[in-house]
């Protein structure tokens, strides 16, 4: 059965810190890590990566994939209060496994003034 | 360009009811997938549908139904609510070409209680 497995579960830190969320994964028939960062509702898309050691960068927020050790890290720099959201990590299989996005839990993120 | 959207945004039920939820997706997009997120979850694949049929199910009894229209906007059923159907329920878009899904967007979802 597939696992994706997201720590911390929870993390305050300060505005202006830099923060690390990683990612690990086992599934079959591996195609993208996906990023997605939920505020209220609406889960907003931050990222796909599909090839290891290719950083994808927006702003001041960054990630990698290692598909050698299956796990993927999320860092936001220069923390903002606005950062503070769940921030989710979903994979994705082959277009002959299936499309669905399998989810963990999140990494539910407080930034503090 | 609107996003994807979802209606009703909020829903209170009683066990045994049943619920219609339905999503449009963005412009341009025509597969629509459904997601059950439980509080301090994160969501779970319920189905998806393109060219108006089921095309894969995740872990879900069939009390869970759904239908996509030739416009690509979705309905999701649930027949015989319980009360842990209480959840956030997702919709998500995405453009399938030669095969190939593209990147699927979230809606704001429908926040349902089962009472």
């Known amino acids: 059965e597939d696992k994706v497995v997201q720590s911390p579960l929870s993390l305050v830190v300060h505005e202006g810190d830099t923060v690390t969320l990683n990612c690990s994964y086992e599934?079959?028939?591996?195609?993208?890590l996906l990023w997605y960062k939920q505020e209220k509702k609406a889960p907003t898309f931050l990222f796909m990566l599909?090839?290891?050691?290719i950083e994808k960068k927006s702003g001041r927020l960054s990630s990698i994939l290692d598909k050698k050790e299956l796990f993927s890290i999320l860092n936001i720099t220069a923390t903002q209060t606005g950062d503070s959201a769940v921030y989710l990590c979903a994979v994705e299989r082959l277009p002959n496994s299936g499309y669905a996005l399998n989810f963990g839990k999140g990494t539910s993120l407080l930034v503090t003034p | 360009d609107a996003g994807v959207t979802q209606s009703p945004t909020h829903l209170i039920k009683t066990r045994g009811q049943q619920v219609t939820l339905r999503c449009s997706p963005k412009s341009g997009h025509d597969t629509v997938s459904w997601y059950q997120q439980a509080l301090g979850q994160g969501p779970q694949f319920i189905f998806q549908?393109?060219?108006?049929?089921?095309?894969q199910r995740g872990n879900f009894p069939d009390r869970f139904s759904g239908h996509q229209f030739p416009n690509y906007s979705s309905e999701l059923n649930v027949n015989a609510l319980l009360l842990g159907d209480s959840a956030l329920y997702l919709c998500a878009s995405s453009r399938t070409s030669f095969g190939y899904r593209e990147t699927q967007y979230f809606g704001p979802g429908t926040r349902l209680l089962v009472l």
């Open positions: 599909t090839s290891s050691g």
């Open positions: 599934v079959t028939n591996f195609r993208s």
């Open positions: 549908y393109y060219e108006e049929e089921e095309r």
